[in-house]
């Protein structure tokens, strides 16, 4: 089995791009969602108690190549080696 960490976006990371889009600063922030295919975090302001942003990362690809991936880290998929002389 293949173990594997979740993707974390870093306060510094939350704080630019928060800061280069509304031009606020964070105040607090938490992880809100795991989808299948992105994350989201919760931003509050400093700037105003009745901001909230939720900033996501999603995943923009293939998506064939990521269901044979999630097949083959859940063990529905099968590799075969071949032996070259």
Do not use: W
């Amino acid at each position: 089995m293949i173990s594997h960490s979740p993707i974390v976006v870093s306060r510094s990371d939350l704080e630019e791009c928060v800061l280069a889009a509304p031009g606020h600063h964070v105040k607090a922030f938490a992880r809100s969602a795991d989808g299948a295919l992105s994350i989201s975090y919760r931003v509050s302001v400093v700037e105003d108690d009745s901001v909230e942003y939720l900033v996501q990362l999603r995943f923009f690809a293939d998506v064939t190549s990521m269901d044979l991936l999630n097949d083959f880290r859940d063990g529905k998929c099968l590799v075969s080696h071949s032996t070259y002389p």
